[in-house]
């Protein structure tokens, strides 16, 4: 059995169930979901995010139900002091237990899934990570995709701007504001300047015919005020009661211009279009961050400068 804990926002637990679901397949084994994280937001305070499970969203993803769930409590979440000293133990966890895997250096390690492998032909075994590259699940992408086929009822303007982005040749701009520009995330994640997207721009009208631009971004009135462009260009109204529709319509594009961001690599991994452009910024983290982001990004998608100085 494969009992796979799943944290964060939506776009990683999209993540954490490709992995887990992908190594269900693979040999033939039950899969579980922990859900603590998600349980212990209910009406109390936290250092992190207040978050909340999202996958019942996708068709593939209803037979995740309290049924299946786990109750594995490896996080305080309300001390971070604490939950560092855990986390410490967990990793040491990794060195004596053959049962537990928790995902030590962010992206893809082939000799660390090696690992995971060889224990799931023995054992049962707990995954604990963000697994955040293709390569975890690539090999059963086609029903990892299957899986992520979206299930809700989108809302009147939502169904609007589908209707709208089907009808042109549409190509996604994706802008990361809100947490990204506080203190603590600006020092840790690469800054998508204005000119990565007008160097994107470019490259897409020099590449694609007739091109529309569709501007997502949680600052609707920053992207108003520092967009001006000599091209078609729609800014779409967030959603942010159900920030879902934002990543489905993304996808519903034909081309994406990505942030450095989850979010909108699930929106443009999620498109269907064979002969789809998808560019994305040079970095994930700033120059200075010891994570290896070079697995995060598909080999296919286009990296431009992401702080260029020229336009």
């Known amino acids: 059995m494969i009992v796979a804990k799943l944290q964060g926002g939506l776009w990683n637990q999209m993540f954490q169930y490709a992995f887990a679901k992908s190594l269900s397949v693979k040999f033939s084994k039950a899969l579980k979901f922990e859900t603590s994280f998600f349980n212990y937001f209910l009406g109390k305070e936290s250092y992190l995010s207040k978050r909340k499970f999202e996958l019942d969203i996708f068709t593939g993803s209803r037979d995740i139900n309290s049924a299946n769930y786990t109750n594995r409590y490896l996080y305080t979440y309300s001390n971070k002091y604490l939950d560092f000293i855990v986390l410490k133990c967990k990793n040491i966890f990794n060195n004596f237990f053959s049962w537990y895997f928790r995902e030590l250096v962010r992206w893809y390690n082939t000799n660390f899934v090696k690992k995971i492998e060889k224990a799931l032909l023995k054992n049962s075994i707990i995954l604990d990570g963000n697994w955040q590259s293709e390569k975890f699940f690539m090999w059963y992408e086609d029903k990892i995709r299957n899986d992520f086929q979206f299930d809700v009822v989108l809302s009147a303007y939502a169904c ?8 042109k040749n549409s190509i996604s701009i994706h802008i990361r504001r809100g947490d990204y520009i506080n203190s603590v995330n600006s020092s840790l994640f690469a800054q998508c300047n204005l000119n990565y997207y007008y160097n994107s721009i470019q490259y897409m009208q020099k590449n694609i015919d007739d091109p529309t631009f569709f501007i997502f971004c949680e600052d609707e009135e920053w992207a108003i005020k520092n967009f ?7 800014i779409v109204t967030p959603n942010q009661e159900y920030p879902y529709e ?22 443009a991994w999620l498109n269907n279009n064979t002969n789809k452009i998808i560019i994305h910024p ?4 700033t120059a200075h961050s010891w994570v290896d982001d070079s697995n995060f990004y598909p080999p296919s998608w286009i990296s431009l400068p992401i702080n260029s100085d020229a336009k």
């Open 228 to 234: 001006t462009l000599d091209c078609d260009v729609i």
């Open 282 to 285: 040079s970095l994930l983290f």
């Open 160 to 167: 609007e701007m589908k209707n709208l982005i089907q009808s």
């Open 246 to 267: 934002d990543m489905y319509l993304m996808s519903r594009c034909n081309h994406n211009i990505i942030a450095n961001s989850t979010f909108s690599w699930r929106g």
